[in-house]
């Protein structure tokens, strides 16, 4: 996991007293992505686009996933929170050393990007035979193991980069954000 953002927001609390504020803000660095690799073990197999491909025992099939949170490198967010970073001493109390504000909301990063890679040998069962035929997965020539592989792979990818970007909800992300602050109150009064 890269989990890397920095941005600005603005505070506005229309409660000033109660520590409830509305913070719109802009994301102008975002560099959240995902990526993971593996190696489908001996006999097992993994479905795509309907057609079960399965591992060959000599050369396994390897997968490497990739998902790009940060189509979007700037992006507007908004949350909503309480607390404050700087503590506040409120009318007729005695100033506050310690604050513990927290956050919630959203920043809209746009649709992810979705990529899947598979190399190695690949095994289907072509055209009703009862045993499997192998190729690598870099053989792409017309009707190989290989060429078919790939093809169900990219039918696969467009039918997850097509429900990902149907729903609103995988175009945002969640923001959570909670700390806790000291303030040495070393101002002079005047």
């Not at 795509?48 to 490198?73: C, H, M, S, W």
């Not at 919630?104 to 190399?119: H, I, N, R, S």
């Not at 990818?157 to 602050?181: A, E, N």
């Amino acid at each position: 996991m890269n989990l890397a953002t920095a941005g600005v927001a603005l505070y506005y609390f229309p409660f000033p007293n109660h520590g409830w504020r509305l913070s719109p803000g802009v994301l102008f660095y975002n560099q959240n992505n995902v990526s993971a690799v593996g190696t489908l073990g001996i006999g097992k197999s993994i479905t795509l686009d309907n057609q079960e491909i399965y591992t060959d025992a000599t050369n396994p099939l390897n997968a490497g996933g990739f998902v790009d949170l940060n189509t979007r490198k700037q992006a507007f967010m908004f949350t909503t929170g309480w607390g404050n970073a700087i503590p506040r001493k409120h009318q007729d109390q005695a100033p506050s050393h310690f604050s513990f504000p927290f956050e919630l909301g959203l920043a809209f990063t746009g649709t992810p990007a979705l990529d899947l890679t598979l190399a190695g040998d690949a095994c289907l069962y072509q055209n009703g035979q009862s045993t499997l035929t192998c190729d690598n997965l870099g053989d792409t020539t017309p009707g190989s193991v290989g060429a078919q592989a790939q093809q169900d792979l990219n039918t696969q990818l467009g039918l997850w980069r097509t429900k990902v970007d149907q729903h609103w909800y995988y175009k945002v992300t969640p923001i959570v954000s909670f700390g806790i602050s000291y303030s040495f109150n070393i101002r002079q009064p005047q």
